[in-house]
């Protein structure tokens, strides 16, 4: 079973900039693709971004496309998500997941971190 621990959330202010990191303890980290959602204050959980096993292409919402970007070092055994242009409307707990095949959708993925909080002040 893959265990997977966020880092890296803080409190930040609008425009500010952070790295989310997503480290697996599985040595077959590379044969999941990864995921980044998030959990906004009373809200469900929400797509945010993948990637593939090898790094080679990667998906966003429409919400974070063109500010925020997700990779991966196999060797490492890490996912990062970077976020720049942080606005209040991200403040979430951040999850790492991950699955078998690209999706959007959460039900698609089978192991999960705990979360890391991002706040950003106006």
């Known amino acids: 079973q893959v265990q997977l621990v966020e880092s890296g959330g803080g409190l930040v202010q609008t425009g500010d900039s952070l790295r989310l990191s997503c480290a697996a303890s599985?040595?077959?980290?590379?044969?999941?693709?990864m995921g980044w959602f998030r959990r906004p204050p009373g809200k469900g959980r929400e797509y945010v971004a993948v990637v593939n096993r090898d790094g080679s292409a990667t998906y966003y919402s429409e919400s974070v496309e063109g500010r925020f970007t997700i990779s991966r070092d196999n060797t490492k055994n890490t996912v990062y998500l970077q976020m720049n242009s942080l606005k209040p409307e991200d403040t979430a707990v951040y999850l790492c997941?991950?699955?078998?095949?690209?999706?959007?959708?959460?039900?698609?993925?089978?192991?999960w971190g705990r979360g890391t909080q991002v706040t950003v002040s106006a």
């Open positions: 599985d040595r077959t980290f590379s044969t999941y693709v």
């Open positions: 997941a991950a699955g078998p095949e690209v999706s959007a959708n959460y039900l698609s993925y089978d192991y």
